[in-house]
């Protein structure tokens, strides 16, 4: 019972943010409810709704747009709703997330496909949920999202746990990335307005943190998403062991995404990281969670070295060692579970923040249950530049996977 009312009052603080959100959304914008009513305040603020609500329910929805450009010039011409849906958090807590549907405008001929895109590194800050980036004309990855649009599937783009939602963004959480996608997917598909198949073709596909999100839905779909006719995954850099990806971190250009995780996992897994932290520590992740997305951390904390947060002046990788954080980390290795669909792997072999090694060896533990694995390798200089190959070679196969045509395999 005690459980039950701490997630009651946690997705009542979750609908009073999204009726806030929805009260002061973007001029123009017409609330809906996922029956295609307005949506009013005390609608979507019933939280014993939400927690009635089956995962991948659309709790709320209201009309969005998607820009390219910040100076909102270039906007994409497709139909876009902001939604907040039910998932499930790593303990198996009800929880609310939002994030974006996109329909091309364009007409399609048979069932048109979604794609779930598993979002890279946003930032900790709520306004860097990509459902927000999206609208303002700041998000990163608007190009590759575009890309998957014109070929006239639809997409649907989480903003996982904790971004545009109370609490710490769960970053790095395998299971509740898995979910959040895999959901958003089941949201999609029961949002009236997008007028998307109930059972069509679905795809999976991300980049970086998004190549975690679509690794992990793809492993846990058979047991968590069954029905979903899930035809393939584009898995792009994923972070699949978090120990090779740590110690690859700290201190370099990308230091700021070590302490993501730390806050991250923290949050998900109940552990005070403050307790490791000195003033400037506290001051630096304090900041990062409340105010910089992920440009603006990397240009403000260059080569964060975290030996200089912490009380005691040790690099916090070496806790990685000891518990609770061994048993952590170890929990959210990729490669353990089989996924059930075609698999294309891309990665770098010049790769500055998930070692090439590492996504190489998650295809090799796949190939090794009987997964079909195409693992390619690219040589793009760099993480952030490699995302271009994985958008350019995963559009194509995708278009096979859908056309039913026979995947290739490296295995």
Same mark, same amino acid.
């Given at each position: 019972m005690k459980a039950l009312l701490r997630s009651a009052a946690a997705m009542a603080a979750v609908c009073s943010t999204w009726a806030l959100a929805v009260a002061v959304g973007p001029a123009g914008a017409q609330p809906v409810s996922a029956a295609g009513r307005a949506v009013e305040g005390p609608v979507i603020h019933e939280s014993q709704a939400v927690l009635r609500a089956g995962?991948? @329910?659309?709790?709320?929805?209201?009309?969005?747009?998607? /820009?390219?450009?910040?100076?909102?010039?270039?906007?994409?011409?497709?139909?876009?709703?902001?939604?907040? /849906?039910?998932?499930? @958090?790593?303990?198996?807590?009800?929880?609310?997330?939002?994030?974006t549907v996109l329909v091309p405008n364009g007409a399609h001929t048979g069932q048109r496909p979604i794609v779930a895109f598993a979002p890279g590194t946003q930032g900790l800050a709520d306004k860097c949920a990509p459902s927000r980036q999206l609208?303002?004309?700041?998000?990163?990855?608007?190009?590759?999202?575009?890309?998957?649009? @014109?070929?006239?599937?639809?997409?649907?783009?989480?903003?996982?746990?904790?971004l545009g939602t109370p609490g710490v963004h769960t970053y790095m959480d395998r299971e509740a990335e898995g979910r959040a996608v895999l959901d958003s997917v089941r949201a999609a598909q029961r949002l009236p307005q997008a007028s998307l198949p109930a059972a069509g073709p679905v795809a999976l596909y991300g980049y970086s943190q998004g190549g975690g999100g679509s690794a992990s839905a793809a492993e846990l779909a058979p047991a968590y998403a069954p029905e979903l006719q899930i035809k393939g995954a584009v898995v792009g850099a994923p972070p699949a062991d978090l120990d090779a990806v740590a110690a690859n971190l700290d201190g370099s250009a990308y230091g700021v995404f070590f302490n993501y995780s730390l806050s991250g996992l923290g949050a998900s897994y109940g552990i005070d990281i403050d307790s490791y932290l000195n003033w400037n520590g506290k001051r630096i992740t304090s900041d990062l969670r409340d105010n910089q997305c992920t440009t603006q951390a990397i240009a403000k904390y260059p080569f964060l070295n975290s030996r200089f947060l912490t009380t005691d002046g040790r690099?916090?990788?070496?806790?990685?060692?000891?518990?609770?954080?061994?048993?952590?980390?170890?929990?959210?290795?990729?490669?353990?579970?089989?996924?059930?669909?075609?698999?294309?792997?891309?990665?770098?072999?010049?790769?500055?923040?998930?070692?090439?090694?590492?996504?190489?060896?998650?295809?090799a533990d796949w190939c090794s249950k009987g997964t079909v694995v195409k693992f390619s390798t690219n040589h793009v200089p760099g993480h952030i530049a490699a995302a271009a190959a994985t958008s350019t070679e995963g559009a194509p196969w995708l278009a096979d996977r859908f056309a039913g045509r026979t995947p290739p395999t490296t295995c």
């Open positions: 995962s991948g @329910d659309v709790i709320g929805a209201e009309r969005s747009v998607f /820009y390219l450009d910040a100076l909102k010039l270039v906007k994409v011409d497709a139909a876009v709703w902001r939604i907040m /849906y039910r998932s499930t @958090d790593r303990s198996g807590a009800p929880i609310a997330v939002t994030g609208a303002d004309g700041t998000e990163y990855e608007a190009l590759p999202v575009k890309h998957l649009l @014109d070929q006239g599937w639809a997409v649907v783009v989480t903003d996982y746990q904790g690099p916090l990788t070496e806790r990685l060692a000891y518990a609770p954080w061994k048993a952590v980390v170890a929990d959210q290795r990729l490669g353990a579970r089989r996924p059930a669909v075609p698999v294309l792997l891309s990665h770098s072999s010049l790769d500055d923040v998930v070692p090439h090694r590492v996504g190489r060896q998650l295809a």
